[in-house]
């Protein structure tokens, strides 16, 4: 069983991009119910995120299914398994990650650009960077991108 803020998980689904959903109860809570987005670490460690918070348990099992196949929808990636695709993931740890920011190189642009939504910067990478953002591409970026936009490399990302 796992906790977090008190509110005991569910259920969870992860994508292959590591992202995923959560659905939490916690009956001494204001709001008993929560779905939260969360990112998982290489060692299956998850920092969750953007909370949803609801009162009834049918309107948080909605927004669990909702939440889960938007993101699905939206960038066309399924479910966790062995083989699931490999991603590049580069932490923004300069600025949020907004327009100008980030490459788009041709044939491979981002798949995936997550702002953490906070007031600050998060710990990432086993707590070796702090990033305002992430960014998911199909393919490395060069060095030269990296430097560029004042990227890391997530140090999981696949060997090239």
Do not use: C
Request: charged content about 25%; cysteine-free; hydrophobic content about 30%.
């Amino acid at each position: 069983m796992t906790t977090v803020q008190g509110y005991e998980i569910l259920k969870s689904i992860v994508f292959g991009s590591r992202h995923g959903f959560a659905l939490g109860h916690n009956p001494a809570a204001p709001d008993a119910y929560v779905t939260w987005q969360f990112t998982e670490q290489k060692d299956g460690t998850r920092d969750y995120y953007w909370g949803e918070y609801h009162n009834d348990a049918k309107a948080a099992e909605r927004s669990f299914k909702r939440r889960a196949a938007a993101y699905r929808d939206f960038y066309r990636i399924e479910e966790k398994s062995k083989d699931s695709g490999a991603y590049y993931r580069y932490y923004s740890t300069q600025r949020p990650v907004d327009i100008g920011t980030f490459p788009k190189p041709p044939g491979n642009p981002p798949q995936i650009v997550v702002n953490y939504g906070d007031d600050r910067r998060r710990p990432v990478a086993d707590g070796a960077l702090l990033a305002w953002g992430e960014l998911l591409y199909r393919h490395p970026l060069t060095a030269e991108q990296m430097e560029a936009y004042e990227l890391k490399p997530d140090p999981d990302n696949p060997a090239t």
